[in-house]
């Protein structure tokens, strides 16, 4: 940790946490001065009005934050690695000394558990520090020549101005992880936060504007998302636009970006299959799956969503599932042992509910939960859906939500043909023993992350991304660095 992030780090909270636009170093309301109401999904009820910008207003917002950052990255992508390193340190030491106080905003907006919510902003310091560091290593090569009068080098240098328009199941992490990389890279930063949850990302703008970053290199504004989106993709100045949310809005913002050729870095959900094998311990993978299952209360691209069960071992493992399944505790993300919170909007939750009943229509079995909780708040019960059908909506359908539906396979390509059988390609799930039966499922999963006898496929020194309708492009890592760089290539001639 540099000095400065200690100074920061022991400082610890200075006043309270912002809930306005940021825009060429300016906290400010929206230019029409409108307002959004946000509400708490673990109560229905209404917590705070934030500025939120509509119609011509919205594009108005955008575009002077676009203005602000192409006049930053002027100056940004000339300034060294190592000093970008040090913004982006501060602001992880900036969060660690507030991790208490966002963990409780982000459980207000999202109904995600306090726990989880703090371990997704101590999460987002992994991330901040380590491409802080990956900016210094932003290599170019030189290559050999044919003569030796003749010199060939390659170079890499930040895109542009970049936009990101992330989702609210992850308020944090979706917008830290571009961002980190795109700043890390020398470039400006345009965000627009999911309405649902923005004073998760409004924070992060603070940690970042209050270590030093130089007004115009981190933006973001809030409003209606088409007029917004229509700003980044027409405006030629915007180089690189990633997006989280589902494959609809990325197919219309694939072709928005044919008219001025914008780099799109898309992450589009999953639809992740388990398979499991008879050769793994059946009740402490259930235990496993039941918690890693529920995280978020399923509203997790990269969750574990659909079960292939050996059929030596389903019964087993079913039984084992049920009975986890009812241990969880459900609450309010501030309430004490909180394991599942509600689903973010009572329309997500009816959503839920539809596949569901559909999905029973067709077949499926109920085992466990099967409907919404009478409480206040979005609360849908963890669910257990066992023998359902091909072609039932909770295996065809991202859920996002706490629902598990269940079938059987006898071979492995019998799984395989099962878990490929999607539009999606995200993550996914391999529990085995069996070396042969690890290589070869992994091989053959038609997926852009495969977790064999582990649940977390993120972290800030791997890729993220996913293949066919799950998008394009990769996150984090050394490929996440890249998405924001041009490579360019030099000649030199007559060196004598």
Known sequence: MTPDAAKAADAGPAHALEARLLIDGRWRDAADGGRWR???????EVIAEVPYA???AAAADAAAAVDAAQRAFATWSRSSPYQRAEVLERAAAWIRARADALARCTTEESGKPLGEAKGEWLSACNYLTWFAAEGARAYGRTIPARTSSRRIEVMLQPVGVVATITAWNFPVYNVVRSLAAALAAGCAVVVRPSELTPRS????AQALHESGAPAGVVNLVNGDPEPMARVFLDDPRVRQLAFTGSPRVGRLLMDGASRTLTRLTLELGGNAPVLVFPDVDVVEVARQFASWKQRNAGQVCVAPQRLLLHEDVADAFTEALVAETAKLRIGHGLEDGTQVGPLITARHRERVADLVSRSVAAGARVLAGGQPLERSGFFYAPTVLDAAPDGAPVLTDEIFGPVVPIQRFRT?????????????????????HDL???IKASERLEFGMVCVNDWLPATPEAPFGGVKGSGLGRETGAEGMLEYMERKTVFTGNVR
């Open 436 to 438: 042969n039966t690890s």
């Open 38 to 44: 946000l509400i708490d999904p673990g109560r229905g």
């Open 201 to 204: 990302a409004m924070a992060l």
């Open 54 to 56: 509509r119609a011509d």
């Open 412 to 432: 492995l390509d019998e799984a395989l043909a099962r878990a490929n059988d999607t539009e999606y390609g995200l993550t996914a799930f391999v529990m085995t």
